[in-house]
């Protein structure tokens, strides 16, 4: 039964109205008439407050809502028969239970992963960098075990050098092979942690195709992300464009999502550093003789807000084509949503600026790329920090 007839068997059982159900879960009648038609879903969370008020099993609800979620994503492919088929082997042995231990364990090593990157890294902040496919190493990652997550992921076209994780061809499979990515983030995310998600566009034919905006609604409207910001890196100095139709790029995205609106954000400290920064921003610049930036957030006793524009210039790398992520644009994420003894993750890290600035921070991380060039020189960018005798 798809999930969209499931509920509605379910309403009708309870003898609710749909008023009353679309009240029950923050959306108006004809949002949830859409969820009954199957024209949309509703976010996870929502539909675990379904489950509670129909008195249902919450899992057999969201393994409904799950599913018509896969099948709506393949069913007109023409690979749909082939992807069933891998998937039925993927979760083959995960389902019947009631077996016996020793059928339920053999069946549970041959198909599931091991997941206990965490519990290898131990309280050690030294970060632990893996190469491989960012899905298929998180799927390695304990279930809710990440405080917060910074990434900035293979933009679509512009990076060339041959050891990418994502291979799409058009825009609408660049999407879809992204958001297995962000489902594993979902997972392994705590539900009071994070995602930071840096995206920059690309243009066909001389049109911008949406490419940040696409990916965040698909992960609001398809895995329940929330978003609480979305930040323009402005990025001041960008690489020369002849265009003469169109403006010269020169910002990207930095989105900030969360599972629910319990997350972990420390205000205090996000003011402070960012305040810090500002200081020595403005020191070079008089230094320089550049005009200083007009703030509209002064500084107070309690630091100094930031905006939802940042200004942060580009930090070039010895790689050609390739920019190393600037240290502000995942410091402040870090500060704001890491707590003390928390876990970084960046699955598309490169060079390792999260992990890097994880260790200083004296958080645990974990950075994964594909790239074993990125990787060898992520890890040689950590020093060791020295043992202290206090």
């Given amino acids: 039964m798809l999930f969209s007839e499931k509920i509605k068997q379910l309403r009708i059982s309870s003898g609710k109205l749909q008023k009353d159900l679309a009240k029950a879960i923050g959306v108006d009648v004809p949002a949830y ?3 009954e038609h199957g024209e949309r879903r509703p976010k996870r969370e929502q539909v675990l407050r379904l489950a509670r008020i129909f008195k249902t099993d919450p899992d057999e609800l969201v393994a409904a809502w799950l599913a018509d979620e896969a099948y709506s994503r393949i069913a007109h492919d ?6 069933a088929t891998l998937l039925k082997g993927m979760f083959e042995g995960t389902e019947d239970v009631e077996d016996s231990e020793d059928t339920e364990n053999s069946k549970s090593s041959q198909q599931l992963p091991d997941r206990d990157i965490v519990f290898r890294m131990g309280r050690s902040v030294m970060p632990h960098i893996e190469q491989g496919d960012a899905a298929i190493v998180m799927n390695h990652i304990e279930n809710e075990s990440i405080d917060c997550i910074v990434t900035t992921p ?19 499979e660049f999407i879809n092979q992204l958001l297995q990515t962000m489902s594993q983030a979902w997972r392994v995310l705590k539900p009071q942690g994070s995602l930071w998600l840096n995206m920059g566009d690309d243009t066909t034919d001389g049109f911008v195709q949406g490419i940040p905006w696409r990916i965040v609604l698909a992960m609001m409207d398809r895995q329940g ?3 609480v910001n979305e930040v323009v890196w402005n990025k001041t100095t960008t690489s ?6 169109h403006l010269r790029k020169v910002h990207e995205f930095m989105f900030h999502l969360v599972k629910n609106d319990d997350f972990y954000y420390n205000d205090d400290e996000l003011r402070h550093t960012y305040a810090r920064i500002v200081r020595n921003d403005d020191k070079g610049r008089k230094k320089s003789g550049k005009v200083k930036d007009q703030y509209l957030q002064p500084e107070s006793e309690h630091g100094m807000v930031p905006g939802d524009v940042w200004t942060i210039g580009v930090q070039r790398s010895g790689i050609a084509h390739y920019c190393v992520a600037p240290d502000m644009l995942y410091r402040l994420p870090i500060v704001a949503t890491c707590p003390k003894g928390g876990i970084v993750l960046d699955p598309y890290c490169g060079t390792g ?13 974990i950075g994964i790329d594909i790239n074993p060039d990125y990787v060898k020189r992520a890890r040689a960018s950590i020093e ?6 206090f």
């Fill in 353 to 365: 600026t999260a992990c890097k600035i994880a260790y200083e921070m004296n958080r645990r991380s």
């Fill in 78 to 83: 023409k690979m749909a028969n082939r992807a």
């Fill in 154 to 172: 293979p933009y679509w076209r512009r990076r060339t050098q041959g050891t990418e994780s994502i291979t799409a061809t058009t825009a609408d």
């Fill in 225 to 227: 992300w929330q978003l």
């Fill in 33 to 35: 008439s859409r969820y």
């Fill in 384 to 389: 060791v920090k020295p043992l202290s005798l």
């Fill in 240 to 245: 020369p464009q002849g265009s003469q139709d």
